[in-house]
């Protein structure tokens, strides 16, 4: 499966050699399907959302609609517990805001977590980390003696964004709902390289970005149980998440309308449905099988370069994506320079820096690493470009 | 329509009898409104408005002059109404504000939607009469009765309730309205409760639901270990009625589930009686029942025209309504009277699919063969013809066996269906949305 027609992005060129995208961690290409259904919207149907009067209106509403059914069937969820947000980070904070917390309250988390897992509940709430192990893998084991009767909530990520290793969930979820706490996973980095099923994992919470999952940027969703959905506060509230408005009070919508005021992102998510249906179509099993295959293939050509260091490589593969983190030493080169190098000696799209992760990089006491992140549309050749630039760059 | 229907079996079907009365009030309303309607009064040439003149207007004479007007499609009402459709001089927002009539638009795809005038009473007048073509409804309906509703919140009948509304709001008259949901994906456990205890509160007689609204209800609530009051009938109305329905409604209630046939335009058409056929409600309607002329359908798959008696605003004139019906040529001597006797509704004709060798399916007939998989809670297919491929995109109810034998059962049906060298796939879905109208859309072709 390497569906690289799909993907017009992968055609372009700079200084007249053709890409090689790496870097789908970030945000990822997108498919001819979502790019024309984000155009079809704009020629044929351009409308608001919540069922106008006209003709148009009726369209895009059904098309918006359509697409929360598209999501649902993609993790295995009911339309009315998807909540569309703007991303995985609105989708956090929207649990942080809706459980209520006060700043005695405890969220167990890992030192490894994105910014958007972590600062939320720094905020609302005490965040107690996992500490990690030297390869950057966190302690899971952890997790039952840092859950106390102030424990609110478990949230941890999928799939990590900078090392690619799949967290223990089922254990994990096992262990807090044995202590009466919810979970929330961060699926920005799962949902498009795994199958899931929110029901057979029984998890509580999770979020996730639609650019990373070869759909547009500007929305996200947050599936969560409907009874969690029922009990929240009001988040934002203006147009659309309101059924009456009288004088003397106002009725919300049913949930999940009531989280989404405003004018949402309708084109994006649009798309979203339908970069939801492309994933369905190749089927998440295959595109999982060969995530970990594209991801032990760039670890094995990395590992042997002279100078690399790789983080969470002594995870198998099956327990990875199709990513890669490694630091190369190159004197005083910022690892930041490496991806630079990269990109413009070898148009080789990949990341470099501390990608959102500050405590990781603290913790491995390294300035930051470079990431190479594979999608559905890479293959073993690219991991070969990857891994001869690499190669030069420390020669 | 881009079905091929050449080669198609264009029959005509024998007419059944109808008593003079029919045939007058027929012509009548002929008369009336080609000389009233500015639409049709183009089409009446000066021959035909002297023999209505002249009232020379048998039977013959009115089947004669309707085979001459021009079919009037859902297109035509839109770009018609209202000008050319209402009488000629009339003020119908003086009559909108005098509650004499009332406005009703239907929704749905883009093809489908609708604006039209109804007389206030118009639709519950047919209405009732439609439901006393069976006795056991009729009995109900001589007494004082009460009726539930049950169907999407946006548009019922003559009431329209969207977003939560006090019960006292949705109780009007002898009638209550249950739903406040646009879409049954979207009911709670508390909504599912709160409509099973206002129902089984209000006791009513009769209930009249959209057939994949009620299933659903009937599902959740017995999950939830809920039951339903029994009402005396049920009429099942709004889409098209799937064995699947009629499934799942029977494990909850014990009452006949009686298929109501019409349209928010068209009117009460056909109503089934004690022996599984659906009768016409003649007295509102006339009705031209058209061979099909699709590629592979016998004479007796039709295309419904009809032609409105007592509308006084917007009367339909061989209209259109989208949908195909089986007639039973044998009539039914239940004693609900003459006119045509239908087998079945068979769906809409845009959703007809084709086999392998381009023979038409009818939405009926898929659903014949599909709901009886035991398991299924719902179903769609749709047709990719640029693929050559018929996904089927299915909802289990209960899980009695694994979804790889599921999909064996219901790949050998597609294949009785559709050819034995059908390309099949089957999708398992937890949820299938519903149209824009709220409605479930059993069959479609792309592109
Ligand atoms: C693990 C993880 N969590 C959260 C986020 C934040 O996603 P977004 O910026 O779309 O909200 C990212 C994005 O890099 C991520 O990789
Ligand atoms: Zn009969």
Not at chain 2, 25 to 50: F, K, Q, V
Not at chain 2, 304 to 326: H, K
């Amino acid at each position: 499966m390497t569906p690289r027609n799909d993907f017009p992005l992968l055609e372009r060129q700079v200084d007249g050699r053709r890409i090689t995208y790496l870097d789908s961690a970030s945000t990822t290409p997108k498919p001819r399907a979502v790019i024309d259904a984000v155009r079809r919207y704009y020629e044929n149907h351009t409308a608001n959302v919540h069922r106008g009067a006209h003709v148009l209106s009726e369209e895009t509403t059904s098309r918006y609609e359509e697409a929360r059914f598209s999501i649902a069937a993609l993790v295995g969820a009911a339309p009315n517990e998807i909540v569309f947000v703007r991303n995985t980070t609105e989708a956090i904070n929207l649990v942080a805001h809706g459980l209520g917390l006060s700043s005695e309250d405890e969220i167990v988390t890992t030192a490894l977590e994105h910014h958007s897992n972590y600062l939320p509940w720094r905020l609302h709430a005490r965040a107690v980390p996992l500490p990690l192990d030297e390869d950057g893998v966190p302690r899971y084991e952890l997790l039952r003696e840092r859950l106390t009767s102030r424990t609110k909530l478990a949230a941890v990520a999928h799939v990590s964004n900078v090392t690619g290793v799949v967290a223990p969930i089922e254990r994990w979820i096992e262990e807090s709902h044995a202590r009466g706490v919810p979970v929330l996973l961060d699926a920005s980095q799962s949902v498009s390289h795994l199958p899931v099923d929110v029901k057979a994992l029984d998890v509580d919470f999770f979020a996730f970005s639609s650019h990373k999952m070869l759909g547009p940027s500007g929305v996200g969703a947050l599936y969560a149980k409907a009874d969690w959905l029922e009990r929240f506060p009001l988040y934002q509230v203006g147009g659309g998440m309101v059924a009456r408005h009288d004088d003397d009070r106002f009725e919300p919508r049913e949930v999940p309308f009531r989280f989404e005021a405003g004018t949402p992102a309708i084109e994006a998510t649009i798309g979203f449905g339908e970069a939801a249906s492309y994933l369905r179509a190749i089927g998440m099993e295959r595109v999982a099988e060969h995530s970990r295959r594209i991801g032990a293939e760039m670890v094995d050509s990395l590992r042997s370069i002279p100078g690399v260091r790789l983080f969470g490589a002594s995870i198998p593969p099956e327990r990875r994506i199709g990513l890669a983190t490694f630091t190369l030493d190159v004197g005083d080169l910022a690892q930041r320079d490496v991806a630079r190098l990269l990109s413009d000696g070898h148009q080789v799209i990949v990341s470099g820096g501390l990608h959102c992760a500050h405590l990781f990089h603290q913790r491995m006491t390294v300035a930051g690493t470079v990431r190479a992140s594979s999608h559905v549309f890479n293959d073993s050749s690219d991991v070969a470009r990857l891994a001869a630039a690499v190669r030069e760059i420390a020669s | 329509m881009n079905i091929d229907s050449s080669g198609g079996n264009t029959g005509v079907l024998s007419e059944p009898s109808y008593p003079d009365s029919h045939w007058e009030a027929t012509s009548s309303a002929l008369a009336w409104a080609l000389e009233a309607i500015p639409l049709y009064a183009g089409h009446a040439r000066h021959g035909d408005r002297t023999r209505i003149a002249t009232a020379s207007m048998d039977a013959d004479a009115t089947k004669c002059l309707l085979r001459e007007l021009p079919i009037l499609s859902k297109q035509d009402i839109r770009l018609h109404f209202p000008k050319q459709l209402l009488p000629t001089g009339f003020d119908w927002r003086a009559a909108v504000e005098r509650n004499e009539a009332v406005l009703v638009a239907t929704s749905g795809t883009t093809d489908e939607r609708l604006q039209l005038l109804w007389e206030e009473g118009w639709w519950e007048r047919q209405e009732r009469a439609a439901l006393c073509l069976h006795p056991a409804v009729r009995l109900v309906l001589s007494r004082d009765y009460r009726e539930a509703v049950l169907t999407s919140p946006l548009c019922s009948g003559t009431t329209c309730h969207s977003g939560p509304t006090p019960l006292a709001e949705r109780t009007i008259g002898n009638l209550l309205f249950l739903n406040q949901r646009g879409d049954p994906t979207y009911w709670t456990d508390s909504d599912v409760r709160t409509m099973v205890s206002e129902l089984n509160a209000f006791e009513p007689d009769g209930l009249e639901a959209d057939p994949a609204y009620l299933a659903e209800l009937c599902r959740r609530a017995r999950r939830l270990g809920l039951d339903l009051h029994q009402p005396s009938y049920v009429t099942l109305s709004y889409e098209f009625v799937s064995g699947l329905h009629r499934r799942e409604i029977a494990k909850a209630l014990s009452a006949p589930l009686l298929n109501l046939y019409g349209s928010t335009e068209a009117g009460v058409l056909f109503m089934e009686c004690e022996r599984g056929l659906l009768h016409h409600n003649h007295d509102y309607s006339h009705v031209e029942l058209v061979p099909s002329g699709l590629f592979g359908a016998p004479t007796s798959l039709a295309r419904v025209l009809v032609t409105q008696l007592s509308n006084r605003f917007t009367p339909l004139l061989r209209y259109d309504i989208g949908d195909l019906a089986f007639v039973e040529a044998r009539g039914c001597d239940c004693g609900a009277g003459d006119g045509w006797v239908l087998r079945s509704i068979e769906g809409r004709l845009k959703d007809v699919t084709t086999t392998t060798r381009s023979e038409a399916v009818t939405v009926g007939e898929l659903d014949r063969e599909i709901s009886q998989t035991r398991e299924l809670a719902a179903y769609q297919v749709i047709q990719e013809r640029d693929r050559g491929r018929w996904l089927i995109r299915w909802v289990a109810g209960d899980d009695a066996r694994g979804t790889d034998e599921i999909e064996r059962e219901i790949t050998d049906r597609m294949r009785v269906l559709y050819g034995a060298d059908a390309h099949v796939e089957c999708r398992r879905e937890r949820f299938i949305a519903p149209e824009p109208s709220g409605k479930y859309r059993l069959a479609m072709r792309k592109p």
